[in-house]
């Protein structure tokens, strides 16, 4: 029996640091995070903020942190939370929107994740005690479920604009922002004027071990860590991983493009496959296929487990593949050859 050598695709937070990322986490100057004191830390909370235009920002273990503590700040108990019903924060978040801050969601089907302004709009609950208040619009870019699918930022300035006008609250979901900045070539600054606050995970595209940063003015923020500090999220020498964070927005950024060719080939092979029926445009990187009703999800993983290729299911009759910074082009080669042994 042959054995392969294992191509990890399931998702770009299977990275691992690189050496130089590695020597910079080792020379790191650290202190105690919760008493504020972790040099390091501070500087990467500094940098992130500053790249965004926001007052001040807060270094957490995951994104899925970050994002309910934001909602958590910006909702009070019995509002709403308007999103698209692929949202990360509704789907995959444990349920914390309802858990963590008793908040209602009103989901929206928009295209491959991303919303309108004039369906939020209409989805906008009148001032009635029947309905819970409308507090907060989230966005996702780029939408993990809508296939790596990024907003055209002309739409969010709408978005913007319809929130300021009835008082809420708008923040983003950028666990892979920068895939869509690189992208279209718009700016960190240009998306903190739209925002209330920003979600970025480091550990995805960029390929930190460990930790997402949460943007927003600095009364946010406070609230923000002391919300983080009631769920058990302050940490200590924290400044180890923000050394990786600090590495990774000074040099894996650009490198992200490599990473939407790679994923663009995948999906142009997988495509030619005769039990595959459909491919979810590839705009960055992430690429999401559909089999035919004959084949399970499940069972067809497994099969490319069985060649060394590691996928995640995503639907009954869904595969995901993600490239990142350690899938390589002689790792590409070696899909293209085994894709045929199927």
Not at 302 to 322: D, E, P, S, W
Request: some cysteine.
């Amino acid at each position: 029996m042959t054995t392969f050598r294992p191509l990890e695709l399931r998702s770009d937070t299977f990275t691992k640091p690189t050496p130089a990322m590695l020597d910079a986490m080792f020379h790191a100057e650290v202190g105690d995070d919760v008493f504020e004191e972790d040099f390091t830390v501070k500087q990467l909370e500094q940098k992130a903020a500053q790249l965004f235009g926001y007052e001040s920002a807060l270094f957490c273990t995951s994104g899925t942190m970050t994002n309910q503590i934001a909602i958590n700040v910006h909702v009070n108990q019995g509002d709403e939370v308007i999103c698209d019903a692929l949202s990360h924060i509704y789907l995959y978040e444990g349920g914390g929107i309802a858990a963590n801050s008793s908040a209602s969601v009103n989901l929206l089907h928009g295209n491959r994740g991303r919303i309108t302004a004039e369906q939020i709009a209409d989805a906008i609950q009148p001032d009635n005690l029947h309905h819970p208040m409308s507090r907060l619009v989230s966005l996702e870019n780029t939408v993990n479920k809508g296939g790596g699918a990024y907003y055209d930022i002309t739409e969010i300035a709408k978005i913007k604009a319809l929130c300021q006008k009835h008082n809420m609250a708008l923040h983003l979901d950028g666990a892979r922002l920068f895939n869509a900045l690189v992208e279209t070539n718009e700016t960190p600054l240009q998306y903190g004027e739209l925002f209330d606050s920003i979600s970025i995970c480091l550990s995805k595209g960029l390929g930190i071990p460990v930790g997402s940063v949460l943007l927003g003015t600095k009364d946010f923020i406070a609230k923000a860590r002391r919300v983080r500090k009631r769920w058990g999220g302050g940490w200590r020498q924290a400044g180890y991983l923000a050394a990786a964070g600090i590495y990774a927005l000074d040099n894996h950024v650009a490198r992200l493009k490599e990473d939407h060719a790679k994923a663009r080939t995948i999906g142009t092979l997988i495509a030619s496959r005769p039990e595959v029926i459909e491919v979810l445009p590839v705009d960055t990187n992430i690429v999401i296929f559909t089999l035919n009703n004959a084949i399970l999800s499940g069972e067809y993983v497994q099969k490319l487990a069985n060649i060394g290729i590691k996928a995640a299911t995503f639907g009954k009759h869904q595969v995901r593949f993600v490239t990142h910074l350690d899938f390589t082009e002689n790792d590409l080669d070696e899909f293209s050859q085994r894709i045929g042994l199927l």
